[in-house]
Every structure is written in structure tokens, then in C-alpha cells.
């Protein structure tokens, strides 16, 4: 059962606004190492990482990708410490022939990161992830995507959201 989404407008997306400026302004004058501390392909090497929700991943071409086919789809990791990190991902939602643009919620560890409203088109996405989302060292960290509508595109069977093509997690400065 999908519930209703909240009212749309600026005092709702207040909250988001001030994250995505956080985010922006700790990138900025919080150097980051530049290099991808861990990255994931959406390829066979990362499907142990997608747990329900996700497709098998695909490929076409050079490019490899994976659907979320459900309204949650958690992906697990781990690193070696909780440490200031950033999130981001590469995705293009399924085109919607009608209707509003689809809706994604992201979360680490139930903390909420980022909520966004896409665009139907590829599109890269980054967020500041503070060390304290993080478990502690060793721990599996669990990165949720929440989405709001799927949609059975003609000849396939399956019900699709959002399709990912890779997930980077870059450390922040010491």
C-alpha cells in the first residue's frame, strides 16, 4: 500500500534545502581525498551487495546497471571506521508517461541523508554522510533508497523505479 506523498513547496523542502547547502559548503572548504574510498559497479561483483528490491544486475553494451523494483531497496557495506564521508550515486529514473516525477528518499542506517525529486534523465547525485551514520568499524552499513512510484514499462514484466549505475563513497578530510 503506497502511502499519499506530503505537500509539495519550499517550507516542506526547508530540511532539504539546508542539508544540500551543508553539503555543498563541507565539500567546499572540507577537502576531500579526490578518491572514491569505495566504489560499486552495478555488475556481478556488487551483487552481493544489493539485497531486496534490486534487479539482477544488467548490462548493455559497456554499461552496467541495476533496476530497484520494489519501493525499498537496501544496499549493505562496510568500512574499516565511522568517518565524514560523501555518497554518490548515479542513476536515471524509468521515463514515467504520465504523472509526477518520481520521488527518492536516501538513508544510512535509518538516518535520513537526502530526499530528492528526479528528473527523467541520468543524473548524478552526491551527499554529505556524517560519521556519526555510520556503525562502528567492521559493522555492516546499511544505504536504504526509498522510492515513491514503479512503473511496468511495455514488454517487461517487471514493476521499475530507478535504475543505478554505480554508488561512490569518498572520505572527507582528516
Known sequence: MTEPAPPRGWVRDLPIYLLVGASLLTALF???????????EMDEDTAPHLLSGWSEPERHG??????????EA??????????????????????LPEGPPQDMAILLNDVVLM????????QILSVAAPATAFRPAGEEDVLEFYLGRLHRPP???RSLAVAFDWIRVTDLGR
Open 74 to 95: 537496501p544496499f549493505r557495506m562496510r568500512f574499516e571506521e565511522p568517518r565524514d564521508r560523501v555518497i554518490s550515486i548515479r542513476v536515471w529514473p524509468v521515463a
Open 115 to 122: 530526499s530528492y525529486v528526479l528528473e527523467n534523465r541520468p
Open 30 to 40: 572540507w577537502p576531500s581525498t579526490g578518491v572514491p574510498s569505495r566504489s560499486f
Open 62 to 71: 559497456a554499461l552496467s546497471f541495476a533496476w530497484t523494483v520494489a519501493h
Open 155 to 157: 514488454g517487461d514484466p
